[in-house]
């Protein structure tokens, strides 16, 4: 109980506020930031947009946009209950890479309004994070607003969990002495984040890969309604593997849950592979409590800031957006999420890799140090930025 109001007070009024850069004391200072003195400046960004970027907060500033349907693992709760996760992820682009981040949370769970709303309101910013919008609307969302935007929109659940659980498993599969081309890995809940995930596992160089959500096994011989489904399912499962989690998850070595709470059992842990790798990523309860798996596991991960190895988004949006907005990219492409994935791993010597120690952590001030260069070298070579980061010139 002492947490629980400890958690409700440290909300009270929300978790943001504004504050300025400079102090307005005098009626001089007055003139200057507001008008008239402020006319002139509107003038410059007229008469030449890409001004914007020198002269408003837009060169660091992201918007945070959700519709509440998909809220961490709580489902569609609404905006108005989803605004503590959206101020949580302000205040952590904030903490962790000095981006100023707006959340916004949006009463309309239609596409094209969503669409149209944000495009609406891109003028105002470096940067579009969307965030907890759920699966399959999420994709069209977030491919138009990528298509039709001059700013980089970029839907956490979906990549920046994926960068994530890739820099992780990179560094299990060594404690582990494997090899990805090698194992058998089950993702299970297809939303979102595990269809992200899959993707860019299978681009690493996974070959054996099985989705399972809700009825089972992924299989392409099934015709599915969900066309992402039927797209997913031509990419994965080689074997046509069928049946429930506890079928598949035989003999597999690496267990990726991006679902639903208690969902993996103890009997399912102790059917994988040698040294098996479990990342329950679901939150705030994952797929298993790890209390109950760890013991059973070589290498044991959640999404949670209460266990070791935190396999969670917060490693990789604040570092891949600072990197961006400093080349003022136009995109975050699959080059740039690339890099930011093997920065993010890189962080651990090799010498220091250990199961408890397969992922930085996020106060480790490398973290977004060097997913900043990175993305951003990955930005210039790929032709996303509009500025070189390194020499601070124009592209
Ligand atoms: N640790 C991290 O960094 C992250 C964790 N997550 C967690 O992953 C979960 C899913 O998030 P999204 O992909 O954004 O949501 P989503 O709503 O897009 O997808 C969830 C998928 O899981 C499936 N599912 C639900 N219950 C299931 C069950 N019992 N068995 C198999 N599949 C099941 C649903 O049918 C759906 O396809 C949430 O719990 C969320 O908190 C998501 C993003 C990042
Ligand atoms: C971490 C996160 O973004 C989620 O659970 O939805
Ligand atoms: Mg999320």
């Given at each position: 109980m002492e947490l629980l109001d400890e958690i409700m007070l440290l909300h009270k009024g929300g978790k943001l506020e504004t504050t300025l850069k400079n102090p307005i004391r005098t009626k001089e200072d007055l003139s200057k930031v507001y008008t008239p003195g402020v006319a002139e400046v509107c003038q410059a960004i007229a008469q030449d947009q890409a001004q914007a970027y020198e002269l408003t907060t837009k060169k660091n500033t992201v918007a945070v946009v959700s519709d509440g349907t998909a809220v961490l693992g709580l489902g569609d709760i609404g905006p108005r209950a989803a605004m503590p996760v959206m101020e949580g992820k302000a205040a952590l682009f904030k903490q962790f890479a000095n981006v100023d981040a707006v959340p916004i949370c949006l009463d309309t769970k239609g596409t094209e309004e969503i669409i149209a709303i944000v495009k609406a309101l891109?003028?105002?910013?470096g940067g579009i994070n969307l965030e907890d919008i759920s699966s399959p609307r999420c994709f069209e969302i977030e491919k138009r607003l990528r298509n039709e935007l001059d700013i980089p929109v970029f839907h956490d659940d979906q990549h920046g969990t994926a960068i994530v659980v890739l820099a992780g498993l990179l560094n299990a599969l060594k404690v582990c002495g494997k090899e990805i081309k090698d194992v058998k890995i089950v993702v299970n809940g297809i939303g979102a984040a595990g269809i992200s995930v899959s993707k860019m596992l299978l681009h690493a160089g996974a070959v054996n890969l099985i989705g399972v959500d809700r009825e089972g096994a992924l299989n392409r011989q099934v015709p599915y309604s969900r066309t992402h489904w039927s797209e997913y399912a031509r990419m994965t499962n080689p074997n046509l593997e069928t049946g429930q989690l506890s079928d598949v998850i035989?003999?597999?070595?690496v267990f990726i849950g991006v679902s639903a709470p208690d969902v993996l059992k103890l009997e399912d842990v102790l059917n994988m592979a040698k040294d098996p790798i479990v990342f329950?990523?679901?939150?705030?309860?994952?797929?298993?409590?790890p209390a109950i798996a760890a013991p059973h596991v070589r290498v044991m991960a959640t999404g949670?800031?209460?266990?070791?190895?935190?396999?969670?988004?917060v490693l990789c949006f604040p570092g891949i957006f600072r990197g961006a907005l400093d080349c003022e990219a136009t995109d975050i492409n699959d080059e740039m999420k690339l890099a930011a994935a093997k920065a993010i791993s890189s962080v651990i010597d090799p010498a220091d890799l250990h199961e408890t120690y397969i992922i930085p952590d996020a106060f480790d001030p490398r973290v977004v140090e060097r997913i900043r260069i990175a993305v951003a070298e990955a930005a210039f070579t790929s032709g996303a930025a509009r500025k070189n980061l390194l020499i601070g010139a124009n592209s």
């Open positions: 891109a003028p105002t910013f035989k003999g597999a070595d329950a990523m679901a939150n705030p309860t994952p797929e298993i409590d949670r800031s209460d266990y070791p190895n935190q396999i969670n988004n």
